[in-house]
């Protein structure tokens, strides 16, 4: 899924003149090239008029990055409490930024009930590439309580090979890291390894919530399948998925120990370091703990 581009929307890749040197075949005084840079703009999410966060994120699917954040940080129900979403261009000398640096406002109108729950539990969210819990005043507000995921009959069927499977496919998807490199990317595939929708961002959280709002938008949510991660795998990317009902989530760089608590807790199927012929199973999504290297003897179709 993908906004319908605005006139003036901000493009998700520069190009920038560089200075390369120490390439074999250069001269010492190295050479002039152009160069692709993932762009990276301020973007505010505002609900019902009242500025809520603002997160350094690339230009691109913005209507889905918002529903997805709205909904993986409980602000929302379900989708149908948006009511609607406008995205626009804000020129930097209005948004009070320097020169160049122009920013991107996503209003939301959101249901009452969500609004006044989003009033009572506001908090800083100012300007992060990706989401954690700097500024929180205490720990009771770090809002770590997992969300239970129901039981999937299905879910052995995410074995090694299934993970594997669906992370060879992401490369040819994974379009503006392919240009410009430092892009992350979410994806969705189902119980047997068929990548379906992949998102882009520079920032991992980002990329995610992307995923979920287009899921979300599709009604897809609750169908059977998993979240693939090109990052490590943080608490915060797990509370997301635990939260909107995924019950398994791989990542193709290490997971931290707080990430892996949260998918024991929240009984969410996490595999790790997924390089193929090798993946590490974390948490099994059973209930039981299962920390445990899936070998290289997995097959890649």
């Known amino acids: 899924m993908t906004d319908t581009p605005e006139p003036d929307a901000l493009p998700p890749l ?8 120490g390439e074999r075949g250069l001269a010492p005084e190295g050479v002039v090239r152009d160069d692709t ?22 230009p691109q699917d913005l ?14 129900d379900s989708a149908a409490d948006c009511r609607g979403i406008d995205v626009r261009t804000v020129e930097a000398l209005d948004a009070g930024l320097p020169e160049g640096m122009p920013g991107i406002e996503v209003q939301l109108e959101v249901s009452t009930r969500s609004f006044e729950r989003l009033k009572d539990r506001r908090r800083s969210l100012a300007g992060r590439t990706g989401c954690g819990v700097c500024g929180v ?9 997992p969300q239970r995921v129901p039981p999937r009959d299905w879910i052995e069927r995410i074995d090694l090979a299934t993970v594997l499977r669906a992370f060879a496919a992401m490369p040819p998807r994974q379009v503006l890291n392919a240009e410009a490199g430092a892009i ?20 991992r959280h ?9 899921l979300a938008r599709a009604n897809r949510l609750q169908e059977p399948g998993f979240v693939l991660m090109s990052s490590r795998g943080s608490h915060e990317l797990v509370r997301k998925c635990a939260r909107l009902g995924i019950a398994a989530m791989a990542t193709i ?9 949260m998918a024991e807790l929240s009984g969410l ?22 920390a445990s290297t899936a070998s290289a003897t997995a097959s890649m179709p």
């Not at 520069?14 to 040197?21: D, E, G, K, W």
Request: net charge negative.
């Open 14 to 21: 520069a190009r920038h003149a560089v200075h390369v040197f």
């Open 37 to 58: 840079l993932a762009a990276e703009v301020p973007v505010a999410l505002v609900f019902n008029g009242v500025s809520h966060a603002v997160m350094m994120a690339t």
């Open 63 to 76: 209507e889905a990055f918002a529903l997805g954040f709205a909904l993986s940080e409980g602000i929302l």
């Open 137 to 145: 005043e205490s720990f009771a507000g770090l809002d770590l309580s």
């Open 184 to 203: 992350h990317a979410a994806a969705w595939a189902t119980v047997d390894g068929e990548l379906t929708d992949l998102m882009e961002d520079v920032g």
């Open 206 to 214: 980002n990329a995610l919530d992307k995923l979920l709002g287009a």
């Open 253 to 261: 760089s290490a997971p931290t120990a707080m990430g892996v608590r």
């Open 269 to 290: 199927r996490f595999w790790g370091l997924c390089r193929a012929p090798r993946g590490v199973l974390y948490a099994n999504g059973l209930g039981a703990p299962s």
